[in-house]
């Protein structure tokens, strides 16, 4: 609801193969349109999330029309025009952002919660789509923006995103989302597998968690390297992907004296002695086997593998 009561709504529309394009509407209390803003064209590789400002304005989150991968807000006033537009301008393959949601704080300030990836730069996991929070003033200047990743034992990129924001009374923000971990065991699947957790992170008004206060934090910094690199963590997750087109990686070959593939009726379909870390399956049918796996400390691990 607006300043005037009013409900307001912001779509993105699909016209054509070509045309995207953006929507804010309000309607009274009698759900009467009131008030209809379209946007130029633009991608829906963003939606178009909005908050509004002071005296009635409006910003909204879109792609660009040319570069989809590039984010920008613009600041619509209640005659219709742009009193601003701010482009995130890194148009190239390896760097996008996306918004999930824009508010506005208490001294007329506003934040949006997003994800953002950049594969060039170079820290210990691969910058794919982690959680993204960003401050800017009502007249469109950014203040800064902060990124947050983690280590996830046996890949090398992070994943997850900043869903909402709340600000607190002393000028603090806590910002809730997702970020990716790895499950060392999961029943369903009978492996490891990605397990997304729920990310909560407590800021300063500069989005600062430390001294440091780097545009790109690393998160957890000590916990990781305490669990993955023993025997026991790489004893439960070995197999992937699953499901598989038939080609499968067998993570830590080198802690596995042999395997074998069996059919859901426990007849043997494939066995390896010694296995590499490589494995192919493309003379297997189409089903589940369950993969037996004999580790050198003497314990066999049961998996569930899925071949398509």
């Known amino acids: 609801m607006d300043i005037n009561n009013h409900l307001t709504l912001s779509v993105l529309t699909k016209e054509n193969a070509l045309i995207e394009k953006a929507h804010i509407l ?18 829906s590789t963003q939606s178009s999330y909005i908050c509004e400002l002071e005296n009635g304005n409006i910003v909204v989150a879109l792609a660009d029309k040319t570069f989809n991968n590039v984010l920008k807000l613009q600041r619509i006033k209640q005659d219709k025009s742009i009193a601003w537009e701010f482009k995130f301008w890194d148009h190239n393959t390896k760097t996008a952002r996306r918004v999930y949601s824009l508010k506005k704080l208490k001294n007329g300030d506003f934040i949006g919660t997003s994800s953002y990836g950049n594969t060039n730069i170079n820290v210990s996991s691969r910058i794919l789509r982690v959680p993204y ?47 990716n971990n790895y499950l060392e065991y999961d029943p369903i699947i009978f492996q490891g597998g990605s397990d997304p957790d729920i990310l909560i992170v407590r800021m300063d008004a500069n989005g600062c968690i430390d001294d440091k206060c780097e545009m790109l934090t690393k998160l957890f910094p000590d916990t990781i390297n305490s669990t993955v690199n ?20 067998l993570l830590n070959n080198e802690a ?53």
């Open 230 to 249: 023993t025997p026991q963590a790489y004893e439960e997750a070995m197999l992937y992907p699953n499901p598989s087109n038939g080609h499968l990686e």
């Open 133 to 179: 929070i960003f401050r800017m003033t009502a007249t469109g200047k950014l203040l800064w923006e902060k990124a947050f990743y983690k280590d996830r034992p046996f890949f090398d990129f992070c994943e997850g995103y900043f869903q909402d924001v709340e600000e607190t009374d002393n000028g603090d923000l806590i910002a809730v989302g997702s970020i």
């Open 26 to 43: 309000k309607y009274d209390q009698n759900l009467n349109l009131v008030w209809h803003w379209i946007s130029e064209l633009t991608r």
């Open 256 to 308: 596995v004296s042999w395997l074998s593939f069996y059919t859901a009726q426990g007849v043997l379909a494939k066995a390896f002695a010694t296995p590499d870390q490589d494995l192919n399956l493309m003379d297997l049918p189409s089903g589940m086997y369950i993969v037996h796996l004999q580790i050198k400390s003497g314990k066999i691990v049961k998996q569930k593998i899925i071949i398509h």
